[in-house]
């Protein structure tokens, strides 16, 4: 929407331009009366004139000419009204055109603006709104109408009074930033820009504010730097799985060998506590391997229709004892319709629901509050997904491991290999869905999203 020229300034040049008609409208009016009267005086003069001695008739015939002249002008003065009436038409006319010329133009920049995918804001100098394009309207969400209103107040969840006041500070130039942000409850990420706004003149008389939602494609790079990182993985793997197993393959046989060896032959406890040291450390290397293997591995999905809402419920009962000696609550909360079957592995589906449920109770060890949330979008206008939420009330996961908590081998943990949550996530990737999470003081929050649609080829 844009800020249009007041009706009543054109409504006073309207009134000014038919005023000006009617005045000359009424002088020539009152001219041709005049003119008229001068006509019955002459007349009226000719016949003294007739009816004078010969002394008399030169001063009436200087009165005669006199009012003749005074005709003449009068008949300039109906002339240059005319004249005057037939510009001002003309100028009313060029007026209402470019009236209409202004008007399709503004329409036409208000239709490229609301157009384009992005917002587009203007204020004046003091951060009043000024005009705001229909993507800004979506994207922002303001309570009431915008134009009039100033920044501070037009959308709080948005600081863009401070975007805007940073921008005056830097002194020339451009300034860019991005905000975080929670938006009809989506998490948004906001790339702005704000330049300043000029007159015909260059002098500055307010600011143009653009933004534009970036989240889609931060998780794009972010899925990209996660793929990046497997690639990597993968290649190691292969290689640590070859150059080593055949090693440990060995290795293995000749301790068995020895053992053989010295059976019976003054074998003493602390020999047989070397070897038995040594027999465990290489069966926890070799589990060490295969589960480096794995998660490498590219292993196709054994896709099949799958009941998400018994799936679910299966996976809570698994936890449900440990979940009451800790005295968490569990909570499933799932749509009253049922949920629609899913092409997915449920094998693999159920490690990640189970992996992220523990994780949920080991960060609530003096109790809390569970819940698994299932949220179907089928025939959404946006996706067509089904959504899983895992949420717990414990401490949250502090910003600055929030980047590191898909890395492999990452771990806050006393124990275990720090690959569960990089395994949820390649499974989910598996099956084209995403897993991100949102974690805060009050818990966090793990979100799977998988896509409702046919069988698909999954090539990690």
């Given at each position: 929407?844009?800020r249009?020229?007041?009706?009543?300034?054109?409504?006073?040049?309207?009134?000014?331009?038919?005023?000006?008609?009617?005045?000359?409208?009424?002088?020539?009016?009152?001219?041709?009366?005049?003119?008229?009267?001068?006509?019955?005086e002459?007349?009226?003069?000719?016949?003294?004139?007739?009816?004078?001695?010969?002394?008399?008739?030169?001063?009436?015939?200087?009165?005669?000419?006199e009012?003749?002249?005074?005709?003449?002008?009068?008949?300039?003065?109906?002339?240059?009204?005319?004249?005057?009436?037939?510009?001002?038409?003309?100028?009313?006319?060029?007026?209402?055109?470019?009236?209409?010329?202004l008007?399709?133009?503004?329409?036409?920049?208000?239709?490229?603006?609301?157009?384009?995918?992005?917002?587009?804001?203007?204020?004046?100098?003091?951060?009043?709104?000024t005009?705001?394009?229909?993507r800004?309207?979506?994207?922002?969400?303001?309570?009431?109408?915008?134009?009039?209103?100033?920044?501070?107040?037009?959308?709080?969840?948005?600081?863009?009074?401070?975007?805007?006041?940073?921008?005056?500070?830097?002194e020339?130039?451009?300034?860019?930033?991005?905000?975080?942000?929670?938006?009809?409850?989506?998490?948004?990420?906001?790339?702005?820009?704000?330049?300043?706004?000029?007159?015909?003149?260059?002098?500055?008389?307010?600011?143009?504010?653009?933004?534009?939602?970036?989240?889609?494609?931060?998780?794009?790079?972010?899925?990209?730097?996660?793929?990046?990182?497997?690639?990597?993985?993968?290649?190691?793997?292969?290689?640590?799985?070859?150059?080593?197993?055949?090693?440990?393959?060995?290795?293995?046989?000749?301790?068995?060998?020895?053992?053989?060896?010295?059976?019976?032959?003054?074998?003493?406890?602390?020999?047989?506590?070397?070897?038995?040291?040594?027999?465990?450390?290489?069966?926890?290397?070799?589990?060490?391997?295969?589960?480096?293997?794995?998660?490498?591995?590219?292993?196709?999905?054994?896709?099949?229709?799958v009941?998400?809402?018994?799936?679910?419920?299966?996976?809570?009962?698994?936890?449900r004892?440990?979940?009451?000696?800790?005295?968490?609550?569990?909570?499933?909360?799932?749509?009253?319709?049922?949920?629609?079957?899913?092409?997915?592995?449920?094998?693999?589906?159920?490690?990640?629901l189970?992996?992220?449920?523990m994780?949920?109770?080991?960060?609530?060890?003096?109790?809390?509050?569970?819940?698994?949330?299932?949220?179907?979008?089928?025939?959404?206008?946006?996706?067509?997904?089904?959504?899983?939420?895992?949420?717990?009330?414990?401490?949250?996961?502090?910003?600055?491991?929030?980047?590191?908590?898909?890395?492999?081998?990452?771990?806050?943990?006393?124990?275990?290999?720090?690959?569960?949550?990089a395994?949820?996530?390649?499974?989910?990737?598996?099956?084209?869905?995403?897993?991100?999470?949102?974690?805060?003081?009050?818990?966090?929050?793990?979100?799977?999203?998988?896509?409702?649609?046919?069988?698909?080829?999954?090539?990690?």
């Amino acid at each position: 929407m844009f800020r249009a020229r007041s009706e009543e300034n054109e409504k006073m040049y309207r009134l000014a331009v038919i005023g000006l008609l009617l005045g000359s409208a009424a002088a020539l009016a009152i001219t041709i009366w005049v003119m008229v009267d001068f006509l019955r005086e002459q007349q009226i003069v000719e016949d003294l004139i007739g009816q004078l001695p010969s002394d008399g008739r030169e001063s009436a015939q200087v009165l005669a000419g006199e009012l003749r002249w005074q005709f003449r002008l009068t008949i300039l003065v109906v002339l240059n009204l005319v004249v005057t009436g037939i510009a001002v038409v003309l100028l009313s006319r060029a007026y209402r055109s470019s009236l209409r010329s202004l008007r399709d133009l503004k329409a036409l920049a208000g239709d490229i603006l609301s157009s384009i995918d992005q917002a587009v804001i203007t204020t004046d100098s003091d951060g009043r709104v000024t005009s705001m394009n229909r993507r800004g309207l979506e994207l922002l969400d303001p309570p009431s109408e915008p134009v009039g209103r100033s920044l501070r107040d037009l959308a709080p969840w948005v600081p863009l009074d401070e975007f805007r006041q940073g921008r005056e500070d830097r002194e020339g130039g451009k300034q860019s930033d991005d905000f975080e942000t929670t938006i009809r409850d989506d998490d948004l990420v906001l790339q702005g820009f704000c330049q300043t706004l000029c007159d015909i003149d260059d002098q500055e008389i307010g600011y143009v504010i653009q933004l534009r939602d970036v989240t889609d494609r931060i998780m794009i790079e972010e899925r990209v730097r996660r793929m990046e990182r497997y690639m990597g993985l993968g290649s190691l793997a292969a290689g640590l799985h070859h150059e080593i197993k055949n090693p440990l393959a060995a290795l293995s046989l000749h301790v068995q060998l020895l053992e053989e060896q010295l059976d019976g032959k003054d074998e003493t406890d602390d020999v047989r506590q070397m070897l038995r040291v040594i027999r465990s450390e290489v069966v926890r290397i070799g589990g060490v391997l295969e589960v480096f293997r794995d998660f490498a591995s590219i292993d196709r999905l054994n896709l099949q229709p799958v009941d998400l809402k018994q799936l679910i419920h299966r996976q809570v009962d698994l936890i449900r004892p440990t979940a009451e000696k800790q005295r968490v609550v569990v909570e499933v909360r799932c749509p009253e319709n049922d949920l629609p079957e899913v092409m997915l592995d449920p094998v693999r589906l159920e490690q990640v629901l189970l992996n992220l449920l523990m994780n949920a109770l080991e960060a609530m060890p003096d109790g809390g509050h569970l819940s698994v949330q299932a949220i179907d979008n089928h025939g959404s206008t946006t996706s067509d997904t089904v959504k899983i939420n895992v949420v717990d009330s414990g401490t949250g996961i502090p910003d600055e491991l929030s980047e590191k908590v898909f890395d492999a081998y990452f771990t806050t943990k006393g124990s275990g290999n720090g690959l569960g949550l990089a395994f949820c996530d390649k499974i989910i990737r598996q099956h084209e869905g995403s897993l991100h999470f949102h974690s805060g003081s009050g818990g966090t929050t793990f979100e799977i999203t998988l896509p409702i649609g046919s069988e698909f080829d999954n090539q990690e």
